[in-house]
């Protein structure tokens, strides 16, 4: 790595506030499998599912992140001015051409000198805007301002299908600048890419299409791919940084590591890309046995080993997956939102890692530092209250309301977020904020 490089890792780059949304609609997913005939044990044992987010045809992607972003912004104390840079990542994109992210300019009243665009790769956009953001950040193009990196989505497969327990709605909006108050980014980062058909959407259809099986495989392949490079990068870093000169010999994580220790002893917690539950709780057991054989433990300790880290690591961190269901770009970061809120003060200063994957298929293992004090910021996300204030629905209000267009029907006051769809007149989408947001 150039000195250059390794002065570009010295700023201080990562989430500064997170924000969370999701819509007030809920659906119990034992409901839904009884109502399928299929047995319930297969939602909470299975996919170790709860529930699902509906959207309404007065959410889309654009009114989920708007009310997220407003959160983050409202409750992390950020000013509009202060955003130089504002990108939407979604595959439930609103225009084929017209990028969703410039409504939420004009819906939370950005400045005009601010770079904004939508960005896509399945699950994965949320991240790729996140490192964006980063190296914006780092490079120095940022003159002092934040950026706003909005992920949002609606999950949404064919009535009748199995992947249709795999739904979900919601939104995480990332304020990310230098000097963060909740979690600082490390320049370490595992990445990998492969083109693989195992989930898409065509341009003219509004349900994803899936090889589910197939899909799970794929997963788990990146993940070993991404956690692969990341004990790279991890260890270029690692080496740079000493020949910099830091006279320590390095921190003791680093030290650790060189010792070898797998990443589960050196890290507080593992948040991962969560279509389901169960899917998380299978990409630890991999990354165990990839760690476990990387540094060479012996192999009867690992089952014992692995389900300790995945209870204490990896589990509680997925309420909000599992209440909520799939959110594609914003399943990873509804986990981090999760985790500080409920641990975030017991947990500052500790290092944890975040598996991002989207389908086709890129995904990234990065670290960061829950930042001293972190507490407080964490404590205005708001996750808890969000899904306490839900309604549930049965499933036939949840097939009905599958079939409204969008923009069809206003909501109830205490329905709405910041914003909803009014219309969509002469192929224009027109959104109305709230009277008073919630
Ligand atoms: P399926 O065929 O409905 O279910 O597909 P299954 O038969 O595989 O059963 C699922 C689990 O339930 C199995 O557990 C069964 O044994 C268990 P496992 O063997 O996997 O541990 N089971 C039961 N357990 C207790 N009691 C019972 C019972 N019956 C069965 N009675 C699948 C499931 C997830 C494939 C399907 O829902 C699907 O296609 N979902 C969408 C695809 C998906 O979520 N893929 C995840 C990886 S790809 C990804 O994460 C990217 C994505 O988010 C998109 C993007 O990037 O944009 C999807």
Same mark, same amino acid.
């Given at each position: 790595?150039?000195?250059?490089?390794?002065?570009?890792?010295?700023?201080?780059?990562?989430?500064?506030?997170?924000?969370?949304?999701?819509? #007030?609609?809920?659906?119990?997913?034992?409901?839904?499998?009884?109502?399928?005939?299929?047995?319930?044990?297969?939602?909470?044992?299975?996919?170790?599912?709860?529930?699902?987010?509906?959207?309404?045809? +007065?959410?889309?992607?654009?009114?989920?992140?708007?009310? !997220?972003?407003?959160?983050?912004?409202?409750?992390?104390?950020?000013?509009?001015?202060?955003?130089?840079?504002?990108?939407?990542?979604?595959?439930?994109?609103?225009? *084929?051409?017209?990028?969703?992210?410039?409504?939420?300019?004009?819906?939370?009243?950005? $400045?005009?000198?601010?770079?904004?665009?939508?960005?896509?790769?399945?699950?994965?956009?949320?991240?790729?805007?996140?490192?964006?953001?980063?190296?914006?950040?780092?490079?120095?193009?940022?003159?002092?301002?934040?950026?706003?990196?909005?992920?949002?989505?609606?999950?949404?497969?064919?009535?009748?299908?199995?992947?249709?327990?795999?739904?979900?709605?919601?939104?995480?909006?990332?304020?990310?600048?230098?000097?963060?108050?909740?979690?600082?980014?490390?320049?370490?980062?595992?990445?990998?890419?492969?083109?693989?058909?195992?989930? +898409?959407?065509?341009?003219?259809?509004?349900?994803?299409?899936?090889?589910?099986?197939?899909?799970?495989?794929?997963?788990?392949?990146?993940?070993?791919?991404?956690? =692969?490079?990341?004990?790279?990068?991890?260890?270029?870093?690692?080496? =740079?940084?000493?020949?910099?000169?830091?006279?320590?010999?390095?921190?003791?994580?680093?030290?650790?590591?060189?010792? @070898? =220790?797998?990443?589960?002893?050196?890290?507080?917690?593992?948040?991962?890309?969560?279509?389901?539950?169960?899917?998380?709780?299978?990409? *630890?057991?991999?990354?165990?046995?990839?760690? +476990?054989?990387?540094?060479? #433990?012996?192999?009867?300790?690992?089952?014992?080993?692995?389900?300790?880290?995945?209870? @204490?690591?990896?589990? $509680?961190?997925?309420?909000?997956?599992?209440?909520?269901?799939?959110?594609?770009?914003?399943?990873?970061?509804?986990?981090?939102? +999760?985790?500080?809120?409920?641990?975030?003060?017991?947990? !500052?200063?500790?290092?944890? =890692?975040?598996?991002?994957?989207?389908?086709?298929?890129?995904?990234?293992?990065?670290?960061?530092?829950?930042?001293?004090?972190?507490?407080?910021?964490?404590?205005?996300?708001?996750?808890?209250?969000?899904?306490?204030?839900?309604?549930?629905?049965?499933?036939?209000?949840?097939?009905?309301?599958?079939?409204? !267009?969008?923009?069809?029907?206003?909501?109830?006051?205490?329905?709405?977020?910041?914003?909803?769809?009014?219309?969509?007149?002469?192929?224009?989408?027109?959104?109305?904020?709230?009277?008073?947001?919630?």
């Amino acid at each position: 790595m150039s000195q250059g490089a390794s002065d570009r890792d010295r700023r201080e780059v990562g989430i500064d506030a997170l924000g969370v949304y999701t819509p #007030r609609l809920a659906l119990s997913l034992e409901d839904l499998a009884r109502a399928r005939g299929i047995a319930p044990e297969k939602v909470t044992v299975g996919l170790g599912a709860h529930t699902m987010a509906v959207a309404p045809p +007065w959410e889309d992607a654009v009114t989920l992140g708007a009310s !997220a972003a407003a959160r983050a912004l409202a409750r992390g104390g950020v000013a509009a001015d202060e955003i130089g840079l504002l990108l939407l990542a979604t595959e439930t994109a609103v225009d *084929h051409a017209k990028p969703a992210s410039i409504f939420l300019h004009e819906l939370l009243g950005l $400045p005009t000198s601010c770079r904004t665009f939508e960005l896509k790769h399945a699950c994965y956009g949320g991240t790729a805007g996140l490192m964006v953001a980063t190296e914006w950040l780092r490079s120095g193009a940022a003159r002092g301002r934040k950026a706003l990196v909005v992920a949002s989505d609606i999950a949404r497969y064919d009535i009748g299908s199995s992947a249709e327990l795999t739904q979900g709605a919601g939104a995480a909006a990332l304020v990310v600048s230098e000097a963060p108050r909740l979690l600082r980014l490390d320049p370490a980062s595992g990445v990998y890419a492969s083109q693989v058909y195992d989930f +898409w959407r065509p341009l003219d259809r509004r349900e994803a299409l899936v090889d589910g099986k197939f899909s799970l495989d794929c997963y788990l392949t990146a993940l070993d791919g991404a956690l =692969a490079d990341y004990h790279r990068s991890h260890a270029g870093h690692a080496g =740079a940084t000493r020949d910099a000169g830091a006279g320590s010999g390095g921190s003791a994580h680093e030290r650790e590591d060189a010792a @070898g =220790a797998p990443l589960a002893d050196r890290l507080a917690a593992f948040l991962y890309h969560t279509p389901f539950p169960k899917m998380a709780y299978k990409a *630890h057991l991999r990354l165990m046995e990839s760690e +476990w054989r990387r540094w060479g #433990r012996a192999a009867d300790l690992l089952g014992e080993a692995a389900e300790r880290s995945y209870s @204490g690591q990896v589990e $509680p961190w997925l309420t909000m997956a599992r209440q909520v269901g799939n959110t594609y770009t914003a399943s990873l970061y509804l986990c981090l939102a +999760w985790l500080a809120e409920q641990q975030g003060r017991a947990l !500052a200063g500790r290092e944890i =890692a975040l598996f991002s994957y989207g389908s086709g298929c890129c995904a990234e293992l990065f670290t960061g530092h829950l930042q001293p004090g972190c507490g407080e910021i964490a404590a205005t996300i708001g996750a808890a209250d969000l899904l306490r204030a839900r309604r549930l629905l049965s499933v036939e209000e949840y097939e009905a309301l599958s079939r409204e !267009a969008g923009g069809s029907r206003a909501p109830e006051p205490h329905e709405a977020g910041f914003c909803h769809l009014a219309a969509i007149r002469d192929h224009k989408r027109i959104y109305e904020r709230a009277a008073c947001p919630a």
